[in-house]
């Protein structure tokens, strides 16, 4: 097949790569653009280590065709915060012992962003429904909802 | 000195690694990429129990942008040798089929190609001519006399000692069965359980200029993997440069040494890079699981609540090969019983082979499952005779100083005061001569036995 040439902004920069037509985003990301944050772990939308943002929604990177984010907005866990300016959910799950091995965390950060970009008060219920898509097998899932609670409160408080 | 002194003890400590995995700069084995790497994909058994007569992957061979081809005859020690140094033996598994297959799934043979679409198609195009016979799906006819035998050394069990089971035997079980208020039973089992990490097993092995092989791993065990891949490829294991220590979750899951040693030859045999990733279907059908347990019980219990006579017959399910389940089922002999004095034990228990996949290490395995069947069992024996689940643990709980059935003198118990503690966070009052009790209280006033 012959490869096609996608633009889309990647973390507020503009980029172009060649990609083969049927490539999901997340491949695209891993192996063509080498920003590795995003996981890869079941490759058919089941466990949402892979989400990163379009146009600020959460997406399974594994089930988008790159082709579809042409002249989009995509952002990974890279683009919100690298040390030592961490975002404030990198900060939490840090202090809140919210990642264990590690694996799920960009995905379960990235839809929380998502979350909290559009509703910054959610309730703990609200912060569990927007993770419902994305699953933890070590740490459990409560120190996750207690760091994404201590931002909510941040937030008010700032 | 006291704790606060120490420094360390009681102080909360970040976690080295934390930074890295929540900015995503962590890397794990699917995040390495080499320039010139290949991708490997495992042409596996699509039955469960045949003789393989013929692979023929000359399609496989000639398909555009396949590199190599691995089979049997290119591995130098063609066995996993996981647990050969604790004495599980023989050798029953090989690195790749070339005989027979004995799960559905099991790994025959490699293909190597420029991409990992490449390698998947062309996997799809090996001929395999096996001889499908029926498999022994279920543990108790295996063990039965019907069974077809799957094991080469003549049943379908570990042998220990020359049984086919794991005996423990302990006081007089069958007198004191006798002279019991109570003979309560109860039967309990458990399906087999995926561990299901979100990272897939995975290996990266990078052939290096001096002859040594650098190898990305995300085993839960890497000097064990270096030691077993070492055996399998029949090098010194300082040709193998090992990198490790970083799991997307394991849970007993890898530790089986069942990426590298492929992924090595491949990388041998080709002189670049290989990586070889598992798909999630691989992981959830194809790595090994928490074992399928049937346990029964039979307890001989007094009206005051002590259980004086306790047997248990157990059949663990290995699947098709040892892993580590021979050694699980030790561990689970032992803790049978359960933490509790019972002055007359009998237990069978058995590692049986069927032809399923392979079983082997999960989360405290072949305990874990002890200890379910054996406090359903203790809420059993509650309610049969009456009494409340506090009061029956606490009276039957194992003193220091008593014996075990194992031969093993208690030493440091601590059950009787984890209960009472228990009690006390969710607001239970216990009665005042539960209360009293204590671990130390063998020979004295509350030892039932002693």
Redesign the interface.
Same mark, same amino acid.
């Given at each position: 097949m012959e490869s096609i040439t996608v633009t889309f902004k990647l973390n507020g920069k503009t980029t172009a790569v060649a990609i083969e037509p049927l490539e999901s985003l997340r491949t695209v990301l891993? *192996?063509h653009l080498? $920003?590795? !944050? =995003?996981? !890869?772990? &079941?490759?058919?939308g089941? #466990?949402g280590?892979c989400t990163v943002l379009v146009n600020d929604e959460p997406v399974l990177s594994c089930l988008m065709l790159a082709a579809l984010a042409d002249g989009q907005e995509v952002t990974? $866990? *890279?683009g919100i915060? =690298? @040390?030592p300016h961490?975002h404030p959910l990198? =900060?939490a799950?840090?202090d809140r012992?919210a !990642?264990q #091995?590690?694996? &799920?965390? @960009?995905g379960m950060?990235m839809a929380a962003k998502a979350l909290l970009d559009k509703n910054p008060h959610p309730t703990r219920a609200e912060i569990a429904e927007a993770l419902a898509g994305n699953? #933890?097998? #070590?740490t459990g899932y409560v120190a996750i909802l207690d760091a994404i609670e201590d931002v909510v409160t941040q937030m008010q408080e700032a | 000195m006291g704790v606060k002194q120490l420094g360390i003890v009681g102080q909360s400590v970040?976690?080295r690694? /934390?930074? /890295?995995?929540?900015? /995503?700069? +962590?890397?794990?084995v699917?995040?390495v990429?080499y320039t010139g790497m290949l991708w490997l994909k495992m042409v596996r058994s699509p039955i469960s129990r045949g003789i393989i007569h013929g692979i023929d992957a000359s399609k496989a061979e000639a398909f555009p942008g396949v590199v190599a081809v691995v089979t049997a005859k290119d591995v130098p020690n063609n066995w996993y040798t996981i647990l050969c140094l604790i004495g599980v033996e023989p050798n029953d598994e090989p690195v790749l089929a070339h005989e027979e297959v004995m799960y559905m799934g099991e790994p025959i043979c490699a293909i190597v190609a420029e991409t990992e679409a490449i390698a998947a198609e062309a996997a799809a195009l090996v001929k395999l001519d096996i001889e499908e016979l029926p498999p022994v799906l279920d543990m108790e006819f295996a063990i039965s006399p019907d069974a077809p035998v799957i094991k080469k050394w003549g049943n379908n069990t570990f042998m220990y000692d020359g049984y086919n089971h794991r005996k423990l035997r302990f006081g007089d079980f069958e007198k004191a069965i006798q002279q019991a208020d109570h003979v309560i039973e109860g039967d309990y089992s458990l399906s087999p359980i995926e561990?299901?990490?979100?990272? +897939?097993h995975c290996c990266v092995v990078k052939p290096e200029p001096d002859g040594r092989l650098t190898v990305h791993s995300n085993t839960q065990a890497l000097y064990f993997t270096m030691d077993n891949t070492a055996i399998i490829l029949q090098v010194p294991s300082q040709r193998l440069h090992m990198i490790g220590g970083t799991? /997307?979750?394991?849970?007993g899951g890898k530790v089986d040494v069942i990426t590298e040693p492929i992924t090595c030859i491949a990388a041998m045999k080709t002189g670049r890079p290989v990586k070889w990733?598992w798909?999630?279907e691989e992981e959830m059908r194809k790595s090994s699981t928490r074992a399928g347990v049937k346990m029964h019980y039979t307890d001989g219990v007094m009206n005051d609540g002590r259980i004086i006579a306790r047997k248990v017959r157990s059949l663990e399910d290995a699947g098709a090969y040892h892993r580590h389940s021979p050694y699980g089922v030790q561990k689970h002999m032992a803790n049978l019983p359960g933490p509790y004095t019972i002055p007359n034990v009998w237990v069978d228990a058995y590692c049986v082979y069927t032809n399923r996949q392979p079983s082997s290490a999960m989360r405290g395995f072949g305990v874990t499952e002890a200890t379910f069947a054996v406090e359903c069992q203790m809420e059993r024996i509650a309610r049969t005779i009456g009494m409340d689940s506090w009061e029956i643990r606490l009276i039957n709980a194992y003193r220091n100083g008593q014996m075990r059935p194992v031969r093993k003198v208690v030493e440091d118990a601590t059950l009787i005061e984890t209960i009472q503690a228990a009690a006390e966070l969710i607001g239970y009052e216990l009665p005042a001569h539960l209360k009293a009790m204590s671990s130390d209280d063998y020979g004295g006033k509350g030892g039932h036995h002693g």
């Open positions: 891993r *192996e080498h $920003l590795h !944050a =995003t996981k !890869a772990g &079941c490759g058919q089941g #466990c280590s990974t $866990l *890279e915060g =690298t @040390p961490m990198q =900060t799950f840090f012992f !990642a #091995c590690g694996y &799920c965390s @960009p950060i699953l #933890c097998r #070590c | 970040k976690r690694d /934390g930074i /890295g995995h929540v900015t /995503g700069q +962590t890397q794990y699917d995040d990429f561990h299901a990490p979100i990272e +897939t799991v /997307g979750g394991g849970f990733r798909t999630r």
